[in-house]
């Protein structure tokens, strides 16, 4: 018999999930830094500050770094559904294609477009029409991941569309309406949010290395309170959208939500797991330590209604589609499903305690810097706290925190992506796709094991340019500005029209 753990579905299955994963470490950055910059930008355009032009470039260079590596395994993800998924494409194609062809024509280009505009337009441009730019840059992530994540949200609740019973095509009848479902729609506000508040965590990382050892201190001071305020904002958000998302799941994939929760028995009131360990194979937990009715609350708004359990939405779903899709199991893989739904919660609202707790910190002037003497060019309430023995204590352990939850959304993130896509098996497009109908059926296991090695290979030698790239440029600090940077052009073109443009990074 062969070995499952090495049928070309399995080894596809995972290749796609390591692409994909490795893929959205670096979209959430873009999107949230690019809007970021553009705000920094904006704040040096109104008040003619130095420190908000200083962080402008200090963040740009981070940003450009991180979207040109995301546009090189980006353009390896799409690999895919022509190496292993095959069959998946020949029968979505039609529609699946519509979004993604308007990501590529529409919102890449239109993107590309102005991020060349910004980087090459620092002496040829206005300093309101090169702020422009970058607004635009933000338009055009924002708008990318959208029609993007209208196509996933098709594969996760299919409308808009009919089979061709002459080719067995899915075929786009209702473009509209797969670009405005209720599911595109809450996916595509839980995804931004969740960027954003990855970028805020990132930005504070950065400030609390240089705070510490006090460098740079009005750029990294300014960058920190940005960063705090959209941690807490976009965290608090992610909680809100995060509801909602999940509620429209309970209504279009229960088995989902059963699993996300370990819930083999159909109850009223329902509780929410905190903790469950079970034997799968017999359908039950042994260990469970839950909170009674808070899962009746997240999917009906109330604490008494039921929630159908595993046992019987399978049960359900056998006699809907009975043994003709040729699936055996209708389940995911419960422990993945159940452990990713906790470790994303978990990592995603760590990030957001952190954020309010360094945002209280600033208010309360509990500065988040070691104490310094005070010098002709310090700004001398830099160095005081109400409490002096209070202040340096929390100094201490915030950096450490800081510093750490860097990572702690980028870990939210993939471990959401993972539940929303093992958490649909054995469905490709659900309830009308099995996974197993979705691959290419002439590629074999070596074939898919080969491929998924050199990926690995390769986006590893991606990861240790990408982080070499960004602590080299981290460690530098915002670059000293000169007298072209502190004095733009008034036209376009500025005064020497026929200089060549200068590449700023």
Request: neutral net charge; proline residues 5%; charged residues 15%.
């Amino acid at each position: 018999m062969e070995d499952l753990a090495l049928a070309p579905e399995t080894l596809a299955r995972w290749q796609f999930g390591v692409t994909t994963v490795y893929h959205f470490l670096f979209v959430p950055l873009t999107i949230s830094l690019a809007s970021l910059v553009a705000g920094l930008e904006t704040a040096w355009v109104r008040t003619g500050k130095e420190k908000y032009l200083q962080a402008t470039k200090f963040w740009g260079k981070l940003f450009l770094i991180n979207i040109a590596l995301g546009v090189v395994t980006g353009i390896f993800q799409e690999f895919q559904f022509g190496m292993n998924w095959s069959d998946y494409s020949r029968f979505v194609g039609d529609v699946f294609g519509a979004p993604l062809a308007l990501e590529a024509l529409i919102a890449f280009f239109f993107e590309s477009t102005f991020i060349g505009l910004w980087i090459f337009g620092w002496d040829k441009l206005p300093k309101r029409i090169h702020v422009a730019c970058m607004w635009m840059v933000a338009l055009g992530t924002i708008l990318s991941a959208y029609f993007i994540l209208a196509a996933n949200s098709w594969m996760q609740h299919p409308v808009g569309y009919r089979v061709n019973p002459d080719n067995g095509r899915a075929e786009l009848t209702d473009f509209l309406r797969v670009l405005t479902q209720n599911t595109a729609l809450a996916q595509f506000a839980h995804t931004m949010v969740a960027a954003f508040l990855t970028g805020a965590a990132f930005m504070v990382g950065v400030a609390a290395y240089h705070l510490i050892r006090k460098q740079h201190l009005p750029v990294m001071r300014a960058s920190l309170r940005l960063g705090l305020i959209t941690m807490v904002i976009a965290g608090a958000l992610t909680a809100v959208s995060g509801d909602r998302l999940g509620k429209i799941m309970y209504d279009q994939q229960p088995m989902k939500m059963a699993a996300a929760e370990a819930l083999w028995e159909t109850q009223g009131p329902a509780p929410f797991s905190l903790f469950a360990y079970g034997d799968v194979d017999a359908g039950h937990n042994e260990v469970a330590v839950e909170i009674p009715g808070l899962l009746s609350f997240l999917a009906h708004d109330n604490f008494s209604e039921s929630v159908p359990g595993i046992n019987d939405t399978e049960k359900a779903l056998r006699e809907k589609y009975g043994d003709t899709l040729d699936i055996t199991d209708y389940r995911p893989n419960i422990p993945v499903a159940y452990w990713s739904f906790r470790w994303m919660i978990g990592f995603g609202m760590s990030s957001f305690a952190l954020g309010a707790a360094g945002l209280y910190l600033t208010r309360r002037r509990l500065w988040l810097a070691p104490r310094l003497r005070t010098t002709a060019d310090q700004v001398p309430r830099l160095a005081l706290t109400r409490d002096r023995e209070l202040g340096p204590a929390l100094t201490r352990w915030y950096w450490r925190l800081a510093l750490l939850t860097m990572g702690f959304p980028l870990i939210a993130n993939a471990w959401g992506w993972i539940f929303t896509e093992t958490g649909r098996q054995p469905w490709a497009v659900y309830g009308v796709l099995p996974t197993s109908a979705a691959v290419s059926p002439g590629v074999s296991q070596g074939e898919v094991l080969t491929s998924m090695l050199v990926f690995i290979a390769l986006y590893a030698a991606l990861a240790v340019i990408e982080v070499k790239l960004l602590c080299k440029y981290i460690k530098a600090g915002p670059p000293e500005l000169t007298d072209s940077d502190l004095n733009p052009p008034t036209r376009i073109g500025g005064d020497d029209a026929d200089r060549p443009m200068a590449f700023s990074y």
